[in-house]
């Protein structure tokens, strides 16, 4: 079984419709982050969570949200959806690293979303 | 100028070729670097991390410069399974934590 886990895999889904991507992880990680891809812009972060009541905004968390709702589990809401939003989306965990820094990123497969 | 820079690319090479990749970054504090790698539309998955002053593993030799803040991937003897898109990710210092920003990565392809 895979050790990070993203649920859907692919989602098309309308203008203003809420959406929830979910995240799931069996390594043992304190640390998960979402990210989102755009071709030619590389990863952004979104969010991310040290711990399970470690809430922070990334680069780009305007328009969304997330839910950590146990170690193993975080969320990304998408209140209202809008079409520049679409994009692959990635969950990752680590653990803590050198100096308090990440240590190896382990990704899971990405959520494709389309929002038309 | 962004934090995490690479060249995009694509670099385009035949096969046994020797290629190197920099990514350079603005932040001198970070300790530890990384190497990813992407194939199309997959997940990204660790290549090497990169702390002290190098790091080699078989045919890949990744390298960090701290005064000229930059870190670099080579490829030695390169094969057609090679190609796919290279990102690298420093630790930004934000707020007392280190956050892993990633470069927009750079494409290679490896050809007959």
């Known amino acids: 079984d895979a050790d990070v886990t993203q649920t859907p895999r692919n989602r098309i889904t309308k203008t203003g419709k809420r959406i929830m991507l979910e995240c799931s992880q069996t390594?043992?990680?304190?640390?998960m982050y979402w990210y989102r891809q755009d071709p030619g812009l590389g990863l952004r972060l979104i969010y991310y969570?040290?711990?399970?009541?470690?809430?922070n905004k990334g680069e780009i968390s305007d328009g969304y949200s997330v839910s950590r709702q146990a170690q193993a589990k975080f969320s990304l809401s998408l209140e209202s959806a809008i079409p520049n939003q679409t994009a692959l989306y990635f969950c990752?965990?680590?653990?803590?690293?050198?100096?308090?820094?990440?240590?190896?990123?382990?990704f899971g497969p990405g959520t494709r979303l389309t929002v038309l | 100028r962004k934090e995490v820079e690479q060249d995009p690319g694509p670099f385009n090479v035949p096969e046994g070729a020797t290629v190197a990749f920099n990514c350079t970054y603005s932040?001198?504090?970070?300790?530890?670097f990384f190497w990813y790698r992407q194939d199309c539309r997959k997940e990204p998955k660790l290549l090497m991390s990169?702390?002290?002053s190098g790091n080699e593993d078989g045919r890949f030799t990744a390298q960090l410069n701290r005064a000229s803040q930059y870190i670099s991937l080579l490829i030695r003897d390169s094969k057609l399974s090679d190609s796919a898109t290279y990102l690298c990710?420093?630790?930004?210092?934000?707020?007392?934590?280190?956050?892993?920003?990633f470069g927009r990565g750079t494409s290679l392809i490896v050809h007959p």
């Open positions: 390594k043992g990680h304190d640390r």
């Open positions: 990169v702390y002290s």
């Open positions: 990710v420093v630790p930004l210092s934000s707020g007392g934590s280190y956050i892993p920003t």
């Open positions: 969570s040290f711990d399970v009541k470690d809430i």
């Open positions: 932040n001198s504090a970070s300790q530890s």
């Open positions: 990752a965990t680590s653990d803590r690293g050198l100096a308090g820094g990440p240590d190896t990123q382990y």
